[in-house]
């Protein structure tokens, strides 16, 4: 009788293993397919702006990158920076200088546009953790001395890896438990929407609207 009661729990464990196993590889094969959607390429309009050399250009551009909190997340140098939690994600985010494993180098103006305003990589792929939804409203200009500020950065050796979902991170994803901010702002921006015009600095409401929107 005890036989047949623990031969019948296996089967019954085996079962729920086998079932676990399944909607494990089920969720990871759903997973990788939306992955590799999020972060495929993407054909966006990028219209080209006047980015001016100047000192107080670079001066104007170092303000915003400063307040738009650009060093808290590519930190005090824009070298970039990652972490990885084994098996589920790595997130790197990216050398913005001309050294070793950066985009500064590579990048021309229009590519800066894309990745700032737009949300894509000079690759044409999406980027996963950038605000772009947000830098979209930046006006013309203002988004003009923030390129011509980090076309200025000094070169920064730091190569990384790209961001990634492990296994556990593949099967997370389907079941919405991952952030939102690895989903790429490019999939929720309107590239055709207009674009605030920066009402004159200053101790404004105008002033002040734009610096919300932004």
Same mark, same amino acid.
């Given at each position: 009788?005890?036989?047949?009661?623990?031969?019948?729990?296996?089967?019954?464990?085996?079962?729920?293993?086998?079932?676990?196993?399944? /909607?494990? /590889?089920?969720?990871?094969?759903? !997973?990788?397919?939306?992955?590799?959607?999020?972060?495929?390429?993407?054909?966006? &309009?990028?219209?080209?702006?006047?980015?001016?050399?100047? *000192?107080?250009?670079?001066?104007?551009?170092?303000?915003?990158?400063?307040?738009?909190?650009?060093? =808290?997340?590519?930190?005090?140098?824009? @070298?970039? *920076?990652? /972490?990885?939690?084994?098996?589920?994600?790595?997130?790197?985010? #990216?050398?913005?200088? @001309?050294?070793? !494993?950066?985009?500064?180098?590579?990048?021309?103006?229009?590519?800066?546009?894309?990745?700032?305003?737009?949300?894509?990589?000079?690759?044409?792929? !999406?980027?996963?953790?950038? %605000?772009?939804?947000?830098?979209?409203?930046? @006006?013309?200009?203002?988004?003009?001395?923030?390129?011509?500020?980090?076309? @200025?950065?000094?070169?920064?050796?730091?190569?990384?890896? #790209?961001?990634?979902?492990? &296994?556990? !991170?593949?099967?997370?994803? &389907?079941?919405? *438990?991952? +952030?939102?901010?690895?989903? &790429?702002?490019?999939?929720?921006?309107?590239?055709?929407? %207009?674009?605030?015009?920066? #009402?004159? +600095?200053?101790?404004?409401? =105008?002033?002040? =609207?734009?610096?919300?929107?932004?």
């Amino acid at each position: 009788m005890i036989r047949k009661i623990l031969k019948w729990i296996g089967i019954v464990l085996g079962n729920l293993i086998g079932l676990l196993v399944l /909607a494990f /590889a089920i969720l990871y094969i759903i !997973g990788t397919v939306k992955w590799n959607k999020l972060h495929g390429k993407y054909d966006v &309009p990028v219209e080209m702006i006047t980015i001016s050399t100047d *000192q107080a250009s670079i001066a104007r551009g170092e303000h915003i990158a400063t307040i738009r909190i650009c060093k =808290e997340c590519h930190t005090e140098t824009l @070298s970039g *920076q990652f /972490a990885t939690v084994p098996g589920l994600v790595t997130l790197s985010i #990216p050398n913005l200088t @001309s050294g070793a !494993g950066g985009v500064g180098d590579t990048n021309t103006d229009e590519d800066w546009v894309r990745a700032i305003r737009h949300g894509v990589g000079h690759d044409d792929r !999406g980027l996963a953790l950038m %605000p772009s939804r947000v830098f979209y409203y930046l @006006s013309d200009h203002d988004l003009g001395v923030l390129i011509a500020y980090l076309k @200025s950065l000094p070169p920064v050796d730091n190569e990384m890896p #790209p961001t990634d979902l492990g &296994p556990l !991170g593949r099967v997370m994803l &389907p079941l919405g *438990q991952l +952030p939102e901010a690895i989903v &790429p702002n490019v999939t929720v921006i309107d590239h055709y929407a %207009p674009r605030l015009v920066a #009402p004159k +600095p200053g101790v404004t409401v =105008e002033y002040g =609207e734009y610096l919300a929107n932004t």
